[in-house]
């Protein structure tokens, strides 16, 4: 079990470049969150898919934002027209079950729009 | 939503001392989780616990479902405690279910 993974572990930006991350959880796990944490806070919820699924998106994610699971297995975040309020620390995490199940994280990618 | 807190936000210790981190939250939950977040941002899970009392090692956690609180303790704390401890939970029901929502965590700072 090699656990979530996560690339690039950092992106440096221009402001208004679009941006994507990818996320491959643990194998076998049908759950899959998106978190997004900046400095000095806790993460917050992004959105998150069962199998292939998106089930719910959080009104953080605006409409720069698409995520997508197209085969249920990695994932990828998308951020268009990047602004320097998007910096932030990206989380992606995953679980077996879809409800009450300890969820596992990945190292995180780092963005930084300039 | 569901509301987490937690106490105190800032922790500075000798090494050798103990301490204890309090999570309270508003409701009731299907998953409370401590994670412990290292400079590099990697969230390291410490302890899966929606109720009940779990050790390992040094550390060791209690959630008091029905009181709405969990308290994380560690016991002797060495230099590599250091570090931001969240408290996150899945609320049972409402906007709350099937995610986690995260405290504003307690930052540690162990002494040599």
């Known amino acids: 079990d090699t656990g979530v993974s996560q690339d690039p572990r950092h992106k440096i930006t221009k402001r208004g470049q679009n941006v994507t991350f990818r996320c491959d959880p643990i194998?076998?796990?049908?759950?899959l969150y998106w978190y997004r944490q900046t400095l000095g806070q806790g993460p917050e919820f992004l959105t998150y898919?069962?199998?292939?699924?998106?089930?719910?998106k959080s009104r953080l994610l605006s409409d720069r934002f698409s995520a997508e699971r197209p085969k249920g297995s990695f994932s990828t975040l998308e951020i268009q027209r990047t602004e320097q309020g998007d910096s932030a620390m990206y989380l992606c995490?995953?679980?077996?079950?879809?409800?009450?199940?300890?969820?596992?994280f990945g190292p995180g990618t780092r963005l930084t729009v300039l | 939503g569901i509301q987490v807190e937690q106490s105190p936000p800032d922790l500075i210790l000798q090494e050798g001392a103990n301490s204890t981190l309090r999570c309270n939250f508003s409701d009731s939950v299907n998953n409370l989780q401590w994670f412990h977040q290292n400079p590099w941002g990697q969230l390291i899970n410490l302890f899966y616990i929606p109720s009940g009392t779990k050790q390992n090692g040094r550390l060791s956690a209690t959630t008091v479902a029905t009181e709405r609180y969990s308290l994380l303790y560690i016991s002797s704390s060495q230099t590599t405690d250091s570090g931001v401890y969240f408290c996150a939970v899945e609320g049972a029901g409402g906007t709350s279910y099937g995610k986690l929502t995260f405290g504003q965590g307690t930052i540690l700072t162990v002494h040599p």
């Open positions: 995490a995953s679980s077996i079950l879809p409800v009450g199940d300890e969820q596992f």
């Open positions: 898919f069962q199998n292939e699924a998106q089930l719910e």
């Open positions: 194998s076998e796990h049908n759950r």
